[in-house]
């Protein structure tokens, strides 16, 4: 599979995708397709632009390249605290520099500082460095995802397993795990049935729990 093709591809419905990135699905809709407010004024996409947004505005997936960008966006505005309009910006400055698709999945921050548009005007790349360092890239595409860091046991991989949470080396999912856990089976039967180590059990089980649990961040529109 080619890199724009991997990047191209649709891999989660949007609650999918807003979980495993701890964001809330209206969010990432408004980052997707824009919103209309209550007065009536149209605020345009921050990740699909026109007139891509016109032909996919309300289409269910989101691509594997989309889920990396939003990542980047979510980890930005979590640090920066920026409104909706000057994360636009900073897309749009991503875009600008570029004419790639998917801009924001295909950064290697030590090469390419990211933009902080903030009022005293410094760019920085620390406000998404941390993100960053739970992808790995070939060439510049971003092809993996560690959503927990690269020593927690858990991948996700656009070309395995359909993009869903797996243990490292395995074709086993973390929810699987997690499903036959919740309905009785300890991780010290799990491991050895399915040829796991329990480590690599008990971090699939703390990483759906996580999912399960966490808070996820509803960012206001404005």
């Known amino acids: 599979m080619g890199d724009v093709a991997l990047l191209d591809l649709e891999m989660y419905c949007r609650r999918d995708a807003a979980r495993l990135l701890g964001i809330a699905p209206q969010t990432l809709g408004r980052w997707l397709d824009g919103y209309t407010a209550p007065n009536g004024c149209r605020h345009p996409a921050v990740l699909r632009i026109e007139p891509r947004a016109s032909l996919v505005a309300g289409r269910r997936y989101v691509t594997w390249g989309e889920f990396i960008e939003a990542g980047h966006l979510a980890a930005y505005r979590q640090q920066q605290r920026m409104p909706l309009n000057k994360l636009r910006e900073y897309a749009s400055a991503w875009r600008g520099r570029s004419d790639v698709s998917y801009p924001l999945a295909r950064c290697k921050l030590g090469a390419t500082p990211g933009w902080c548009l903030n009022d005293d005007g410094v760019a920085s790349a620390e406000s998404v460095a941390a993100f960053f360092d739970r992808v790995d890239f070939e ?18 991989d656009p070309r395995r397993q359909f993009g869903t949470p797996i243990i490292e080396g395995t074709r086993m999912g973390t929810e699987v795990v997690h499903r036959m856990y919740t309905a009785g089976d300890p991780a010290e039967w799990l491991a050895p049935a399915y040829g796991l180590d329990l480590v690599q059990v008990e971090a699939a089980i703390r990483f759906e729990q996580r999912l399960a649990n966490r808070n996820v961040t509803a960012y206001s529109a404005a």
């Open 139 to 156: 060439g510049d595409i971003a092809v993996r995802y560690w959503p927990d860091g690269r020593d927690a046991y858990i991948v996700v």
